[in-house]
């Protein structure tokens, strides 16, 4: 895996808009399982192949997609710095970070 398609989650904290450090959701009960919680402060630092930026992005500006091999499995962001839309193999362990690190998802699953 080249330098370029390595993703770092960095756990320093960085409040979300409109919130202080510590400030939580409402109170009160949620029926079903509860997941578990990903911390505003979650970043993914990235690189764009085409404008050799480097960067930081929050969760919401990745996706992850989960194919049946590895060439259906990769994620994907646009580049903040040029725009261009960026498209890397994601591994085992890249789909780990990224799970975990609360990134939208999406499983592909074939016909049976």
């Known amino acids: 895996m080249s330098v370029m398609s390595r993703v770092t ?13 510590g400030q939580g959701r409402a109170q009160g009960h949620v029926p079903g399982p509860v997941p578990e919680p990903v911390p505003a402060a979650v970043r993914f630092r990235a690189s764009c ?26 994620y994907s962001f646009t580049c903040p710095e040029c725009g261009a839309a960026v498209r890397k193999p994601a591994g085992e362990r890249i789909i780990e970070l990224l799970t975990g690190g609360g990134v939208s998802t999406l499983r592909l699953h074939t016909a049976l």
Request: hydrophobic share 35%; net charge positive.
């Open 9 to 21: 989650v960095l756990p320093y904290p960085v409040p979300g808009p409109g919130r202080a450090p």
């Open 49 to 74: 192949p085409d404008c050799q930026g480097r960067f930081e992005l929050a969760a919401g500006g990745l996706r992850l997609v989960i194919g049946a091999g590895p060439r259906t499995t990769f």
